[in-house]
């Protein structure tokens, strides 16, 4: 078994900071690619950023600049730092990660999703 817990959302004003993380635990061999998406009320989920394993990362064009993803291998945590929020960033984060188990399995593992507001 293996799953991923998120912490670090709430609601925040516009131009506001959060920082979302995301801890993997269970039987766990290694981590391939570990990404951050979200899903607004009435969208597609929609990828936010993700890194491998050694570090290179990618953003959605409407983050860049504002969002750093970053992650630790020997934690097998990750984490989103976001900045300048804006309104349009309003929606429940969820945290993925490519999880090579013990048993010797890929697994697509989900976090249970976490909500950022951003609002006056």
């Known amino acids: 078994q293996v799953q991923l817990v998120e912490s670090g959302g709430g609601l925040v004003q516009p131009g506001g900071s959060l920082r979302l993380s995301c801890a993997a635990s269970?039987?766990?061999?290694?981590?391939?690619?570990m990404g951050w998406y979200r899903q607004a009320p009435g969208k597609q989920r929609e990828l936010v950023a993700a890194i491998t394993s050694r570090g290179i990362a990618i953003y959605a064009d409407s983050v860049k600049g504002r969002f750093t993803i970053s992650r630790d291998n020997a934690n097998n945590t990750v984490s989103l730092q976001m900045n300048s929020l804006k309104p349009e960033d309003t929606a429940v984060y969820y945290c993925k990660a490519e999880i090579h188990t013990t048993n010797l399995n890929w697994l697509d593992v989900w976090g249970q999703g976490t909500l950022v507001t951003v609002s006056s």
């Open positions: 269970g039987s766990i061999l290694g981590i391939r690619t």
